[in-house]
Every structure is written in C-alpha cells, then in structure tokens.
C-alpha cells in the first residue's frame, strides 16, 4: 500500500465520522430544542406564579431559595425545582407535620372518620403529586441542556475531523508513492557457543 493511498483511506473514514457527528449533532439539536420548548409550553399552562417577595407565605428563611423568582411566572426546569423543593415541600412539610402523604395516609386508614385527618391527607396529596410533577419537569430540562451541550461537542468534533480529513487529503496529493510496509522483519541473532 502506498503512503498516498492510505492517507486517502484516513482521510475518506475521518469525512465519514464527521458526516455522523454532523448527523448526530443534528439530532441532539432537535431533542434539546424539543425537550426545551415542550417544558416550557407545559409550565406556562399551568400558569403558577411565585409569591411576591413580601408575602407572607414566603417570610420564613427556608423560602429563600425562591425569593430570587418573588413574583415571576415559573416557565423553566430550574424554577420547577426550586418551587417543587423550596416552596411546595415546605408547606408540605408544615401541613403534614413532617410526615409523609403515604405515613398520613395509613393513619387515616385506620381512623376512617377523622375527617380533618382526612382532609390533610388530600391536600398532601395534591401536593406531592404537583411536586414530582414539577421535578419532572426539571428532568426533563436538565436532559434537554444536557442534549444541547452534547450536539455542541458533535459539532465541534465533526468541524476537527473536517479540517484533518482536509489535511490528509492535502497530504496525500504531495506524499510520494513508496510502499509502506506494515510488517517488521525480525532478523535472526547469533548466539555465541
């Protein structure tokens, strides 16, 4: 084989891999552009604000973490958490007593006529269920930037072997046509007697 034909070979496999990091660039862009705008979409549909940064449902100093949203629409997975794990699971843990919907739950299974203890076991409810919501939500963000970050990386990598398939190409038209050998040839040693 000579040292131009398999600069030429290099060259054709590394336009091939750019071809498929190109393709999976384009791919992770859509699923980030995707993933982005449907998580958006859905929390503005439920239209949840942030309490006003002197509401009293937020004075205490484990509402801090949310104060930097006081009053602003929640649109993001960031926000999502923030409100899911400093808002809701606040007030959750106040209204519960610490408990758990499922602990509260089961008590309010054994004393079927505690009606206040049943009360407190769907507001729980509610808010658990609209916690993991929003921590999906979240998750779903975070996959979506995470996409995003990687057809950055594809992209970069395809633009690396474009320009070095470029270069062996450019090689090959100047390396001369000598064979290249691929196998050592091992010379016998004398052993002294």
Do not use: C
Request: charged share 15%.
């Amino acid at each position: 084989m000579t040292r131009r034909t398999l600069d030429r070979l290099i060259s054709l496999a590394g336009l091939t891999l750019t071809v498929l990091l190109l393709a999976a660039g384009g791919l992770l862009t859509w699923a980030h552009n995707y993933v982005s705008d449907e998580v958006h979409s859905q929390l503005v549909a439920q239209r949840i604000y942030f309490p006003a940064k002197d509401a009293p449902s937020i004075a205490a100093p484990e509402y801090d973490a949310i104060r930097q949203y006081a009053g602003q629409e929640l649109t993001t997975g960031a926000q999502a958490k923030a409100y899911a794990d400093h808002f809701i699971a606040n007030h959750l843990q106040h209204t519960g007593g610490g408990k758990t919907y499922a602990e509260l739950s089961t008590q309010a299974q054994a004393d079927p006529t505690n009606t206040k203890l049943a009360a407190t076991v769907n507001t729980m409810f509610k808010g658990e269920t609209l916690r993991g919501l929003l921590l999906n939500a979240y998750a779903f963000d975070t996959m979506g930037s995470i996409a995003g970050i990687a057809a950055l990386v594809a992209y970069a990598g395809a633009g690396v072997l474009l320009l070095l398939s470029a270069l062996g190409f450019w090689h090959s038209r100047s390396a001369g046509i000598e064979d290249i050998e691929f196998f050592v040839h091992h010379h016998s040693v004398p052993t002294a007697s």
